[in-house]
């Protein structure tokens, strides 16, 4: 079956413009989660969503916001867009947690660069 | 979330074992063992789960002691492919996506 989709794959902004990724998760999937990485502060949780309500979330400011639709599918989108928001962008999802067999898939990711 | 370390980087050389200890010393009771890799530009792969004693998969096996403050993650007969970082995540998993990740290990594996 086909995997975790993110779209799109790279994207270029400029600082106070605004962004929106989006995941599509395995199909049957109802948990999603985003992630952030960059260089110097790694892989870092951002939020989670299963069944259209978020889950929990992690210490970012509140530009940083998502929505989870009843597909299953996932948006993110991050406002006022500053240079340090530049990073890659990972979607994960699983059917309900990742702690189940095979544990949490994740997508190729988003590169967004802001400028 | 336990807290978990692990070495900063590791060299091998092809066809080698390469064993990747984590510790956890504050791991708590419903916590299970969990690793990934991660190859550059890409997502976390789940390589490895486990609770205690050994698994074993496909992939590589996990040695996970009794007190279970510590694990190591086997992979037998590295190839070049290998070379990732890999991390090791202890929790209560069964219902959340929140992983912690930390540093990783940076694995280099040379011909």
């Known amino acids: 079956k086909a995997g975790v989709t993110q779209t799109p794959r790279y994207l270029i902004k400029t600082r106070g413009q605004q962004v929106t990724l989006s995941c599509s998760p395995i199909s049957g999937h109802r948990s999603v989660s985003w992630y952030q990485q960059t260089p110097g502060q790694g892989l870092q949780f951002l939020f989670e969503y299963f069944s259209e309500t978020q889950r929990n979330k992690g210490n970012f400011p509140g530009r940083f916001s998502g929505r989870q639709f009843s597909n299953s599918r996932s948006e993110m989108n991050v406002s006022t867009l500053e240079l340090g928001d530049s990073a890659l962008y990972l979607c994960?999802?699983?059917?309900?947690?990742?702690?189940?067999?095979?544990?949490?898939?994740f997508g190729q990711g988003t590169r967004l660069t802001v400028v | 979330l336990a807290k978990t370390t692990q070495p900063i980087s590791m060299d091998s050389y092809e066809g080698q074992e390469v064993n990747i200890t984590c510790s956890h010393n504050n791991i708590a009771t419903n916590d299970y063992i969990t690793w990934y890799q991660q190859f550059p530009s890409q997502g976390p792969r789940f390589i490895i789960q486990?609770?205690?004693t050994k698994v074993t998969n496909e992939v590589a096996s996990l040695f996970i002691p009794a007190d279970r403050k510590s694990s190591t993650l086997s992979l037998p007969r590295v190839s070049l492919s290998d070379t990732a970082v890999y991390y090791c995540?202890?929790?209560?998993?069964?219902?959340?996506?929140?992983?912690?990740f930390g540093t990783g290990t940076r694995l280099q594996v040379f011909p």
């Open positions: 994960a999802s699983s059917t309900r947690g990742a702690g189940e067999i095979g544990g949490a898939f």
């Open positions: 995540l202890v929790g209560d998993l069964y219902n959340t996506d929140k992983l912690i």
């Open positions: 486990g609770y205690k």
